[in-house]
């Protein structure tokens, strides 16, 4: 039994290709994680990451309390099942089964007591004297398993084990997978390109593509709420619908506006957490709903209160239990092309005797099923909790008006806004806060997972701000903006960006070899702009693991979190820099300073923020942080090293 942690993993392999950025998850015991995803994504990668077979590039992988980066396979109490079944062909079943347990010197009674009890599990008790060739793949299959189980490990890899087996004995198999995961109690991590494999047999799925997470959840959450269109287009069969569209809203409506100029029409709380700017009749978006979201309308018209869109069907697939139909926008087949234009359009219904091709229909989406997607990054437009808030301000002398109320203009806004009089503000909800200067109604309050998100009413839409159980529904209830954490733009220019809570700066990496007491001492520095600090020891060795000798000629950035930054006492070395502004932003100040640029080596110049007090005068400071709140990033590759 146990737990596994990664983080920040990657891998990249001698040839230079990167095949895993960034992994992170948390897996709790006895969890079932699927790793899915097209075949190159680099799902095996990682599981043999896990298992010990594949160095880790960069990242730390716990199990248990352990970190386990540089620990042998054999000693990770893990087992790992594939898909070849890697059975030695020479022996019999129970020699396979024992195999592993007798290079442990383990007691002949007890790997007796073991082969027996996993076989009776895998019901393959009548074949233990028999070899693999005289086995059908589904035997096989569960020889592997048993041979993974008699080692009683505390977590199982397994990987494709299913994808030699024909559909039937593979649907057979998943079931008994599942149950044996319920019995046996462990932490499992199976890796397999079949979503239904995944969706059916995990308790939580990460998808992957290129290397990348694209979302980790549950299965149900994957299927309702996919983050991005890839998410959306691989979970599911038939695959998600997907249409290029515009969406326009006037008052309570939005309508739905196709390519072909058909419309549909949906009530705007539907679609209420969608940004304002996708919904102005202009903005290419893509439209997603499944074939199983859309009921289908015979007879050629639409009754008054009916929405959908009309389509032309060009194959039926009657599946006794189902119907898939398949269709073309608008009503005519035109010249046929095997080229998916965006026109096409497939719906699951369980009542369509009477359909035929060449039926003119109308598909009638379900509201509380549609998707939609940035027509470039392909991210959901109805995030669970939208990542900010647009909201129009006017610039006064000394003050900026919004959400209905006249507050004190941040010095820090007024210096970016130049002569603008009108700006917007992106106001994530996390930085909408209990305070004094703003009064709102909350319409509603919705659970996010362990977040409350409430929907405060501004004019004829909302604003989504994070909330306590203080607040209620119905209430009116004053916040404040933490100006810092707001972006400002005017007349589509930016012009003022977040303050980010850590601070990047580039530096070289260097060590010292010396003797104390006559043994050898290596210690490692981190060296800014002539401040150095020492390295605690395990990062340096990972550092120079992971880069070779080349690390000491090559920079790396090191991150900081702003917060940890100090002003250094008397004495103590430090970071000099020269301060060239002060912003600011009502709730906080910030210097704006520079690393001396005077001071040896190419570092300087760099510029970062300090949090300061209203009153801070200096010109020059020197400043100072610990080496346990550096993280170390590569500066030829996007990776976190440490
Ligand atoms: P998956 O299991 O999702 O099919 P893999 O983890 O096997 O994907 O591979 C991820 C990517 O890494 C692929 O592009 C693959 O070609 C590449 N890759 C795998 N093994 C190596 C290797 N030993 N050297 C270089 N590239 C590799």
Not at 32 to 61: H, N, Q, W, Y
């Amino acid at each position: 039994m146990a737990n596994l942690k990664l983080s920040h993993i990657y891998k990249v392999y001698d040839n230079g290709h990167k095949a895993v950025n960034d992994f992170s998850i948390d897996i709790a015991d006895q969890e079932f994680i699927v790793f899915v995803g097209p075949s190159g994504c680099g799902k095996s990668t990682t599981l043999r990451m896990i298992a010990g077979l594949e160095t880790i590039t960069a990242g730390d992988l716990f199990i248990g309390d352990t970190l386990v980066n540089d620990m042998e396979p054999k000693d990770r109490d893990i087992a790992m099942v594939f898909q070849s079944y890697a059975l030695y062909p020479h022996m019999t079943v129970y020699e396979n089964m024992a195999f592993g347990l007798r290079n442990r010197k383990m007691p002949e009674n007890e790997i007796r007591e073991r082969v027996q009890k996993a076989a009776k599990m895998l019901d393959i008790e009548d074949y233990l004297q028999r070899k693999p060739k005289e086995m059908s793949g589904g035997q096989r299959q569960r020889v592997a398993l048993g041979r993974a189980l008699v080692r009683d490990p505390k977590v199982f890899l397994l990987d494709e084990p299913l994808s030699n087996l024909d559909a039937k004995l593979r649907a057979a198999m998943r079931t008994e997978i599942t149950a044996l995961h319920k019995s046996l109690k462990t932490t499992f991590i199976y890796v397999t390109h079949d979503q239904v494999e995944a969706m059916t047999m995990g308790t939580r799925i990460v998808v992957m593509k290129n290397g990348y997470v694209q979302q980790i959840d549950t299965p149900m959450n994957l299927y309702h709420e996919p983050y991005n269109k890839f998410v959306a287009g691989f979970i599911g069969t038939p695959q998600m619908n997907f249409f290029n569209v515009s969406l326009k809203r006037e008052k309570e409506t939005v309508t739905i506006i196709f390519q072909n100029g058909d419309t549909v029409q949906l009530p705007y709380e539907r679609v209420s957490k969608i940004h304002s700017r996708y919904l102005n009749g202009d903005t290419q978006v893509v439209f997603g709903i499944r074939p199983e979201h859309l009921a289908l309308k015979k007879g050629g018209q639409l009754q008054k209160d009916e929405a959908g869109v009309k389509f032309i069907v060009t194959n039926v697939e009657r599946l006794g239990n189902e119907t898939i139909i398949y269709g073309k926008l608008g009503d005519q087949l035109g010249d046929f092309t095997m080229k998916d234009e965006g026109d096409s359009i497939i719906v699951k219904t369980t009542d369509a005797d009477d359909i035929r091709i060449g039926d003119v229909v109308f598909a009638e989406p379900n509201q509380n099923r549609v998707h939609f997607f940035d027509a470039e990054t392909e991210v959901t437009l109805m995030n669970r909790i939208p990542p900010y808030n647009t909201v129009e301000a006017l610039k006064k002398v000394g003050v900026m008006e919004l959400l209905g109320s006249r507050v004190a203009l941040p010095d820090a806004f007024d210096k970016a806004l130049e002569n603008a009089d009108r700006f917007e503000l992106s106001i994530p909800p996390q930085a909408i806060v209990p305070g004094d200067d703003f009064a709102l109604e909350v319409v509603h309050i919705e659970q996010v997972n362990d977040q409350r998100l409430a929907y405060l009413r501004n004019g004829d839409s909302y604003l989504f701000a994070l909330v306590d159980d203080t607040v209620r529904e119905g209430g009116t209830y004053r916040f404040s903006l933490l100006n810092d954490k707001l972006e400002v733009s005017a007349y589509g220019e930016e012009k003022m960006k977040a303050i980010p809570d850590q601070e990047f700066l580039e530096g070289t990496f260097s060590k010292t070899d010396t003797k104390e007491n006559k043994n050898r001492v290596l210690r490692f520095f981190y060296n800014i702009a002539g401040y150095s600090i020492e390295a605690e020891p395990e990062k340096g060795y990972k550092i120079n693991s992971i880069d070779g000798d080349s690390c000491y000629k090559k920079t790396y950035r090191y991150a900081v979190d702003r917060n940890r930054i100090r002003f250094a006492s008397n004495d103590e070395p430090g970071l000099d820099v020269v301060v060239r502004d002060i912003l600011n932003y009502g709730n906080v100040c910030f210097a704006e300073v520079e690393t001396a640029s005077l001071e040896k080596g190419k570092t300087g110049g760099q510029k970062l923020l300090l949090r300061v007090d209203p009153d801070f005068s200096e010109t020059r400071v020197r400043i100072a942080f610990d080496s346990a709140d550096i993280s170390v990033y590569s500066t030829t590759i996007d990776m976190k090293i440490c």
